[in-house]
């Protein structure tokens, strides 16, 4: 009976220890398992975060870049048609600057631009030259501009005066590693200046009327590139639109196509013709006035880039 009670007791500790190990074993397994499986979804979770940093990082042509400074010359051949009628209202004469006035068609200028680019897809551009212009002749004709009617034979001086800024936002819909194309919203903005006048033997005072404008023209358009090689690439803009602003109404259309070749990292050669036509009516206290000018030639230009970065 001793013995059977004695023999219950150790079988019973016996019990009890191997369940204890039992357990503890079990609770390492359950323990090193969730461990693993914190490790390995923590290392999933790296993965798949580089795997969408991977994906969100975008090959684009080799000529978009964030920032780009560009500095060239300009030179074209202008159609300048202006038509000022007088105070009162009588209509004058449509002048041909170039033909009735003696211009130079042909002029130069020099230019800058700048283009920053917020995204791949997003780029800002401002841009800015002027022409100064002017002339003496003979008139072989006679016609009225302004308040004065300006007689045969008689030598007259006078000038033309233009400075284009332009601004413009552009989104490109289509952006792949050898080509983007896209859409524009912006404006030319205009500063006019203009004038004819006379001083003869028998004028006791000089005989003028000179008029000057601000326009702005606002442009809707498409713009796009392509890049034929790693460092050769072609570009193109078409801008048009219409519009009436209080008591200017305006018509502008431009568009330019060049190509431009990689010399290094940070500098680029451009090349290209470009196209700049606008009409612009003006109702004022003082005059009304008619403008129709264009101005249509060739550019070269030197570009510095900056800020490359792989784009998202």
């Given at each position: ?104 068609s042909y002029t130069s ?86 004038g004819i006048g006379v ?114």
């Open positions: 009976m001793k013995l059977n009670y004695k023999l219950s007791i150790a079988i019973l500790f016996f019990g009890i220890t191997a369940f204890g190990q039992s357990t503890n074993n079990s609770e390492n397994v359950a323990s090193n398992q969730s461990s693993y499986n914190i490790e390995n979804n923590l290392s999933m979770g790296i993965i798949q975060k580089d795997s969408t940093k991977v994906k969100e990082m975008r090959d684009v042509p080799w000529f978009v870049e964030r920032y780009k400074f560009s500095f060239g010359f300009y030179g074209g051949y202008n159609n300048t048609n202006i038509q000022l009628d007088s105070k009162s209202g009588d209509a004058g004469a449509e002048v041909d600057f170039e033909n009735d006035l003696g211009y130079n200028s020099i230019f800058t631009d700048f283009q920053w680019r917020s995204s791949s897809r997003s780029r800002f551009m401002l841009a800015y030259y002027n022409l100064r212009r002017d002339s003496s002749k003979k008139l072989e004709k006679t016609f009225d501009f302004g308040e004065n009617t300006y007689e045969i034979n008689t030598t007259i001086y006078s000038y033309f005066n233009v400075g284009v800024y332009r601004f413009s936002y552009g989104y490109a819909i289509l952006s792949k590693p050898k080509y983007e194309v896209g859409l524009s919203v912006g404006a030319h903005i205009l500063e006019l200046q203009l001083r003869g033997d028998n004028i006791n005072a000089e005989v003028s009327d000179n008029f000057g404008v601000t326009a702005p023209l606002p442009d809707f358009g498409i713009w796009g590139g392509y890049a034929f090689t790693d460092k050769f690439a072609v570009n193109g803009e078409f801008d048009y639109f219409a519009v009436q602003i209080d008591n200017i109404d305006g018509e502008v259309l431009s568009y330019n196509l060049s190509a431009t070749y990689k010399l290094s990292n940070h500098f680029n050669i451009t090349g290209g013709f470009n196209s700049l036509n606008t009409t612009i009516d003006v109702t004022g206290k003082r005059a009304d006035a008619r403008i129709k000018w264009g101005n249509n030639g060739l550019s070269l230009r030197a570009a510095y880039t900056f800020g490359t970065k792989k784009w998202k």
